[in-house]
């Protein structure tokens, strides 16, 4: 099993971004997804979570802000973010309890920079 990210980049104040992440390899289900992030100098951080049945969970720091989403069909997650602020900046990395042939497991992808400045 693989997670892919995807979609980071830079982006102004008050903008929007959205970044997604694929699973692959031979999936029986995938029961929780989740974005976390992680700053220069600073601990990873949980952003949202998202269970198999659509129940949502967001760190205070993004309410209102971010919205979760997936894809159960697809094996995919997306991570719309409005009205970025400078301490959004991190690398997102996704996170996924994967159930396949090596039973349930819990993976991470690779990590995507996301930059809010001016």
């Known amino acids: 099993v693989q997670l892919q990210a995807s979609g980071g980049g830079l982006v102004q104040p008050g903008g929007s971004l959205r970044i997604s992440c694929a699973a692959s390899g031979s999936i029986f289900s995938i029961n929780i997804m989740g974005w976390y992030r992680q700053a220069p100098g600073k601990q990873r951080e949980l952003v949202a979570t998202?269970?198999?049945?659509?129940?949502?969970n967001y760190a205070d720091s993004v309410k209102g802000r971010f919205i979760i989403s997936r894809d159960n069909v697809k094996g995919t997650m997306n991570l719309q973010m409005n009205s970025l602020k400078p301490e959004d900046t991190a690398v997102y990395y996704c996170n996924m309890v994967v159930d396949s042939y090596r039973g349930n497991r819990n993976y991470w992808g690779q990590g995507t920079q996301v930059t809010v400045s001016s």
């Open positions: 998202i269970t198999s049945g659509g129940s949502t």
